[in-house]
């Protein structure tokens, strides 16, 4: 393969040119070759087709033709970080970064991206240009291989000392969804005697909507994997909850569209909490901690993605509240199901949950650029390209896009908005007509609204939806309205009594004998779960409640020119610096230096 590393970048837009030329060439299968050895490197060969090839029907790789297209690179790493020689744009197409465990075990996984910077394969392509891969990875027998196929691998010995691993995918795909783990990882929990159950109903691609053996599938064949380090709050926290949280989303959307999942608690310098992929989940180590809430809900919303994400994908890469938006309108709704909460509690969760996105997305909205506010930045041009199929992504350059929740909360209200005018119930039940419908496409916003305007019956037309929803940096005037309602539900109330009685214990008036008049003592620990007492935290950050999370904590202690509060950010630096992701680095050390 040939790529193009003379094509400039206008330094005063933050667009990024995609650089497939679809109409000209489109790689429609994939084939990799890879090899990981002690001495801390990744040698691979990539091949490439531009015909489809489908898999043998004995599942063995031995017998494909490896063609004559093929480029050769080695990933290098160290005791802090391992590095892909990009193949244009270094800082653009950095595709994959990590740091030892805290055991200091070397390991390697593919980072996401708004792009396609968490594929192995050279290239930046629209997602229209999709395909389907094989995978061949050869690794120290102490080493798991965890990669996005159809089939659950399971090791062959390959030369002295190394074992083989055989992945294949016969569903296209963007590129970018390809995800690859390499480390020490263990697999949680003891096999299952009855792990028949588990045996997948699916079938492979071209269609398993109208199996009805997969129908019925509630749980699909899944494992957990993590360091050595999180294995035993792995089998605690998250390997029970599997189960149940794919059970709910069977629930509401029917058939899995994937085979299988593995779910691998990543190291600490992953910048996300979650990242789904097909086959593949990505799950932080900071949602081990503490009640099980943080880790249902992220395992909730990871599964969405399975539909809305990957199986059902954005034509163009703008459009990212396609998926993010209806991930999390569906995380609280598989939650709900998860908790077997009734109606009345499933409410005032919801409503707990609405009003804290919506403080977070005003202050969002307050702090950054209004370009970036959009949800559907092209407009009517969305998803249009050139004769030669040539795209280009817009703002993807900003540094400032990756950390933004934008898409997530805007497009979660927009749902939100349209579930209030139908009801939940009829809203539902659209989801899974969507499915249905468009699994294996990929969409714009015109024909997802489209959808949902023949389905339920809306008092506003679809022009006013793309002109107050999508279209404009502004909100429409309802969260402001609905936050009155939300402020009003009993778990908010309480919260607003701890914070009002503590706000007073911290001042003058807190001292001395007025404190032994307060109210009864209440712990607070068993009020609220840990998503209030993160507030908390930015309490003590800024006085004035504004929501904050992730780097933005860094600004919050800068901007109040507080000495002790610059040494604290500058401090925590200084003490992790060395394991973050390099991008979220670069943009805190801005901030702080």
Known sequence: MESNCDLDL??????????????????????????????????????????????????EMMSVLWGDESEEFTLFSNEKSIFLPSHTHTTISRICCDATTLSFRCCVYTMGSPINNRALFPC???????????????????????????????????????????????MPMPASTFTI?????????????????????????????????????????????????????????????????????????????????????????????????????????????????????????????????LAIGARDWTEEWISEGFATYLEDVFWSHVQKLSCREVEEQRQLKALLRWRRLSDELQNSEEELQVLRPNKENTGEVSESGASVVKH??????????????????????????????????????????????LIPSQVSLSCTGDVCSFSITLETIFSDWLDTPEMPKWPRDACSEWLRTPAVQEVKGEVAK????????????????????VNFKEVRPRQVKHHWCELAVKYKHTAAMGVYLYGELMVQEDARQQALARRCLSIIKDDMDQSARSVVEEMIL
Not at 147 to 154: L, P, Y
Not at 396 to 405: I, R
Request: charged content about 15%; proline content about 8%; hydrophobic content about 40%.
């Open 396 to 441: 993807a350059l900003n540094p400032e896009k990756p950390f933004m929740q934008v898409h997530y909360l805007k497009g979660y209200f927009l749902l939100k908005f349209l579930a209030d005018q139908v009801g939940e119930e009829k809203f539902l039940h659209f989801f899974k007509v969507f499915v249905g419908k468009f699994h294996g496409q």
């Open 124 to 170: 930046q392509e629209p997602p229209v240009a999709m395909s389907t891969w094989q995978a061949r990875e050869r690794a120290p027998c102490d080493y798991t291989v965890l990669t996005s196929g159809e089939n659950q691998a399971f090791p062959k010995p390959a030369e002295t000392g190394f074992l083989q691993w055989d992945y294949y995918v016969t």
């Open 10 to 59: 206008d330094p005063n837009k933050d667009d990024l040119p995609l650089q497939a030329n679809t109409n000209h060439m489109l790689v429609r299968h994939y084939v990799l070759d890879l090899s990981t050895s002690k001495g801390r490197s990744l040698e691979a060969a990539l091949f490439c087709f531009w015909s489809l090839v489908w898999v043998p029907a004995n599942r």
């Open 181 to 309: 783990a390499v480390g020490q990882w263990l697999e949680a929990g003891v096999k299952d005697p009855n792990f028949e159950q588990y045996v997948c109903a699916n079938m492979d691609y071209p269609c398993c909507f109208m199996v009805s053996a997969a129908r019925a599938q509630t749980v699909i064949p899944h494992r957990v994997f993590a360091p050595p380090c999180h294995l035993q709050k792995a089998n605690d926290m998250v390997l029970p909850l599997l189960p149940l949280c794919l059970t709910a989303a069977h629930s509401i959307l029917c058939v899995h569209p994937f085979s299988r999942l593995d779910v691998l608690i990543v190291p600490s310098g992953f910048s996300s909490l979650g990242m789904a992929s097909p086959h593949v989940m990505f799950l932080s180590q900071s949602k081990l901690t503490g009640e099980r809430n943080l880790c249902g809900a992220r395992l909730c919303h990871e599964i969405a993605h399975s539909w809305f994400g």
């Open 502 to 521: 503590w706000i007073h214990f911290s001042g003058p008036g807190g001292k001395g004998s007025k404190r032994k008049r307060a109210g009864p003592k």
